[in-house]
């Protein structure tokens, strides 16, 4: 069989930041968009070693993998060591829909004490920690772009968006840190 080509990573090279924040792309990682009904969801989590949250604006999290909540029966999982998400959850016999995203997306940690900062320049969303807790996740906008944001600590984000949005997002991510500096 013939070897595929690896795509190289759209923010590849890219450095950003301010002296109180760090902009850091993050490594691959495997993802599935997973939808199912509420009766699916214990063996699903017991097939994807992790627990999936059923509560708004949460997420779980199991060693390098992460489950957030995007909608009642909707969530983006997330394997930073690159498993196969696809077929752990067909192992589940469970109803459901996963498809792998892993190419589609992207991700951005936006980290220091001015990351708060930083994605409210961009953000309608109200991201303080108050609101928007440790372990928070949520579906909304930065700028112009659909992203999944999730609060992994109270000076760290992770910003999920589409590749071919990914350099938009990095740029404006990049100059929100410079205001957020001054």
């Known amino acids: ?8 990573p759209p923010l590849a090279g890219r450095q ?3 002296s109180s924040v760090h902009l850091t792309p993050a490594a691959p990682a495997s993802r599935i968009s997973l939808r199912a009904p509420a009766d699916s969801v214990s063996a699903l ?10 509560k708004p604006k949460t997420s779980g ?9 995007l909608g009642p029966d909707e969530w983006l999982v997330i394997d930073e060591s690159g498993e196969d998400l696809v077929a752990l959850a067909a192992a589940s016999s469970a109803l459901h829909a996963a498809t792998d995203v892993s190419h589609r997306n992207t991700a951005v940690f936006v980290s220091g004490p001015g990351a708060e900062a930083t994605l ?25 772009v659909e992203v999944v944001i999730l609060r ?23 100059e929100a ?6």
Do not use: N
């Open 177 to 182: 840190a410079g205001d957020a500096a001054l």
């Open 61 to 69: 999290h199991a060693g390098s993998r992460s489950a957030l909540w």
């Open 45 to 54: 989590s017991s097939a994807l070693r992790l627990d999936l949250p059923t």
């Open 16 to 18: 950003g930041g301010s």
């Open 1 to 8: 069989m013939a070897e595929l080509a690896t795509r190289r």
């Open 120 to 144: 409210s320049a961009g953000c309608p969303q109200d991201l303080s920690l108050d609101v928007f807790p440790v372990g928070a996740c949520s579906r909304t906008l930065f700028g112009k």
């Open 152 to 174: 992994i600590d109270t000076e760290t984000f992770r910003v999920e968006c589409w590749r071919s949005f990914a350099p938009y997002a990095f740029g404006l991510l990049a």
